[in-house]
T-cell receptor, first 114, second 115 residues
């Protein structure tokens, strides 16, 4: 039972490069989320998806693109990485009506943009 | 305005003692849910406890309890009988209504349990 996985776990890239962070969940949860975690800010929602082919912006979507062609995958792309996007990125999933509707988190991806 | 406020950046507690981590929230939606997550140094986010806005009783999960004071808009986490393994960051979070895009986290409290 893998749950929710993220890859890569660590990534170093340069300003201006395109980077894609992968997220895969095995629970068939309808909802998936991308957050970034920065010191002093806790976690902030970047994008979320209610189902395959349905995505919407969160609190801090600028500079990011998402897609969701399959229920189990929710990749996050930084089209032209900037230093301000250096952060730890968490993917999460949830299912409305399941338990407390809590979100289950992946292990995180630490991204450094030089 | 901040949706979730955690005013204690860091706290120390002696092993086996109880500790309270503060959380206040701000919403005008009558339906909301409050969550606490633990983040150990390894980085993963672990769900601890949930309180719904209409729940009459304070939530409890093992050594964790949530002191829910609706009128004061506070949802403090109480950890009883602290253990060394409780040393971690703790995040309070709120979901407004049943909208998954309205899920807000506080900035966290770093708890250190001393032997």
């Amino acid at each position: 039972d893998a749950g929710i996985t993220q890859s890569p776990r660590y990534k170093i890239t340069e300003t201006g490069r395109q980077v894609t962070l992968m997220c895969h969940q095995t629970w068939s949860h309808s909802y998936m989320f991308w957050y970034r975690q920065d010191l002093g800010h806790g976690l902030r929602l970047i994008y979320y998806s209610a189902a395959a082919d349905i995505t919407d912006k969160g609190e801090v979507p600028d500079g990011y693109v998402v897609s969701r062609s399959k229920t189990e995958n929710f990749p996050l792309t930084l089209e032209s990485a900037t230093r301000s996007q250096t952060s730890v990125y968490f993917c999460a999933s949830s299912e409305l009506g399941h338990s407390y509707n809590e979100q289950f988190f992946g292990p995180g991806t630490r991204l450094t943009v030089l | 305005a901040q949706k979730i406020t955690q005013t204690q950046p860091g706290m120390f507690v002696q092993e086996k003692e109880a500790v309270t981590l503060d959380c206040t929230y701000d919403t005008s939606d009558p339906s909301y849910g409050l969550f606490w997550y633990k983040q150990p140094s390894s980085g993963e986010m672990i769900f601890l406890i949930y309180q719904g806005s209409y729940d009459q009783q304070n939530a409890t999960e093992g050594r964790y309890s949530l002191n829910f004071q609706k009128a004061r808009k506070s949802a403090n986490l109480v950890i009883s009988a602290s253990q060394l393994g409780d040393s971690a960051m703790y995040f309070c979070a709120m979901r407004e209504g049943y909208n998954f895009n309205k899920f807000y986290f506080g900035s966290g409290t770093k708890l250190n349990v001393k032997p």
